[in-house]
């Protein structure tokens, strides 16, 4: 079978291997769609700090069930499934409590072992979903940053008839936006400097898109939601001047969670956020039930996905998709790979 190695920042290249046999408690998946994340990015600018060379990549997959290995229940051959990425160890307090997202050894497919950027991938059943048949390969391989999005609003809690803030309109900020009104919120305001994005965002149905380019942060949300502005505001951008609106803009006593990944140290004024006494959260990553929420909201029909899919390219033109990222950095939001062409 056909694998895909990143083997040094920048150079991808393709290996012929033997095609795996699923072992006792396993499945053997044949790769259909991959998702780009900006992660995967990271890695391909050698950025990534937990990412080491060669890694084959790989984490936002949906694909078909080739074979089935001895002692699986629940899954059969022809089944649609995705993939849950996370390698955790079961044994470290959080594991035991229920939080492996939150895993003291963590390690996810694609960055700390091997991803499934290939033609078939074997994996232990229990990290694998069954899709809806009517679900599209494309949808199967966007379950996983949905899922990303329905954890981060559970971080919040129940977001039925509250007002949301999300800052940054890429993909994650994207998917959080329409996860909160999936689930129940009275109105979504989203921000971004890019008026590509914000375009998106209204053809996904975010209900206030705003330019803060050109537009006050705190302003808009008093427009958007009247002076008692956002319930929460998650920061999907990260960065200081995002999160610097979001503790400068927020209501005394309301929630800000912390969604993207910083890039380096903050430089954020503290102060404000203790005077006003508000909550700072973070979220990381998923559990399955996130996955199953995903599931449930694209079959209701609350999410839309295909508006975000920029490109689709070919498994042998991997690094081509790379460098067209790379080249349209605001109009790239998913770009997918095609590993079967069906």
């Known amino acids: 079978m056909l694998q895909q190695v990143m083997t040094k920042p920048g150079e ?3 290996r012929e291997t033997e095609t795996p046999v699923p072992q006792a408690g396993q499945v053997l998946v044949r790769m259909m769609r991959l998702g780009i994340c900006g992660s995967d990015i990271h890695v391909y600018h050698g950025t990534h700090p937990f990412t080491a060379y060669p890694v084959t990549q790989g984490h936002e997959v949906s694909g078909i069930i080739e074979a089935v290995g001895p002692g699986v229940q629940g899954l059969s051959a022809g089944q649609k499934v995705t993939v849950q990425p996370q390698i955790v160890c079961g044994q470290c307090y959080p594991c035991r409590h229920g939080k492996y997202n939150l895993c003291e050894h963590l390690k996810v497919m694609g960055f700390q072992s091997t991803g499934m950027a290939s033609e078939y991938f074997a994996v232990d059943a229990e990290k694998v979903l069954a899709l809806p048949e009517d679900m599209s390969f494309d949808d199967g391989a966007m379950l996983e940053p949905l899922a990303v999005a329905v954890h981060a609003i559970r971080r919040f809690g129940d977001v039925s008839g509250k007002d949301v803030a999300v800052l940054g309109a890429g993909p994650i900020g994207n998917l959080v936006a329409q996860t909160a009104k999936g689930l129940g919120a009275r109105s979504v305001l989203i921000s971004d400097i890019s008026g590509h994005r ?3 965002a209204r053809r996904c ?8 380019g050109s537009t006050d942060f705190g302003d808009a949300m008093v427009r958007a939601f009247g002076p008692d502005k ?11 001047t995002t999160m610097g609106q979001a503790i400068r803009c927020a209501r005394k006593g309301s929630t800000i969670i912390l969604v993207g990944v910083y890039a380096g140290m903050a430089h954020v004024d503290l102060a404000v956020l203790n005077d006003h006494e508000l909550d700072l959260n973070t979220t990381m990553m998923y559990r399955r039930e996130d996955f199953l929420t995903a599931i449930q909201l694209l079959q209701e029909k609350k999410v839309r996905l295909s508006p975000l899919v920029s490109r689709h390219f070919p498994f042998r033109e991997f690094a081509e998709a790379y460098r067209y990222i790379d080249a349209n950095r605001e109009e790239a939001m998913k770009v997918l790979i095609d590993i079967s062409d069906q």
């Open 12 to 14: 991808v290249t393709f």
């Open 198 to 200: 914000l375009a998106l």
């Open 205 to 212: 149905g975010i209900d206030h898109c705003v330019n803060t």
């Open 230 to 240: 956002a319930d929460v505001i998650y920061d999907c951008a990260a960065n200081d």
